[in-house]
């Protein structure tokens, strides 16, 4: 568990935290999307351990391939999309990572793509830092 990497997100619009205390996937605060599938609006909840492919949908069809339409769920903004995937061609999501940086994730269902870019090397250490502290003591 503490080899893994959990990160926790906020809007790239409003700036609020994207972490829900009340919805836990991996036993860890989940990350809430609002989300539109196939016309259907809903919640799509996201495990923070970076890697981890654990979802869960609320009002909305778990429908594999599906592009999902995600907005904040705090200010409804959809969520930059600034690429497109390098494996299916779908929009890619970018959020704001809480300790600097962003977390891009591909907007198709199923499809594993995602990565994260640090704003600098200093973020990327402290998050290692902070969550395998055995490993630098
Ligand atoms: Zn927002
Ligand atoms: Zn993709």
Redesign the pocket.
């Given at each position: 568990m503490n080899s893994q990497i959990k990160v926790e997100v906020n809007?790239?619009?409003?700036?609020?935290s994207l972490m829900i205390q009340g919805v836990k996937i991996d036993d860890l605060p989940a990350i809430e999307i609002s989300a539109k599938i196939s016309g259907k609006s809903g919640k799509v909840y996201l495990s923070q351990i970076y890697g981890s492919y654990q979802k869960k949908f609320v009002n909305v069809e778990d429908i594999p391939d599906t592009v999902v339409d995600c907005f904040?769920p705090?200010?409804?903004?959809p969520f930059p999309i600034k690429k497109v995937c390098s494996s299916c061609n779908a929009p890619v999501a970018t959020l704001n990572l809480d300790i600097g940086g962003k977390i891009n994730f591909c907007t198709r269902n199923g499809c594993p793509h995602h990565s994260v870019e640090f704003e600098n090397l200093d973020s990327a250490f402290i998050l290692f830092q902070k969550q395998n502290p055995s490993y630098y003591a």
């Open positions: 809007c790239p619009s409003c700036q609020k904040c705090k200010c409804q903004q």
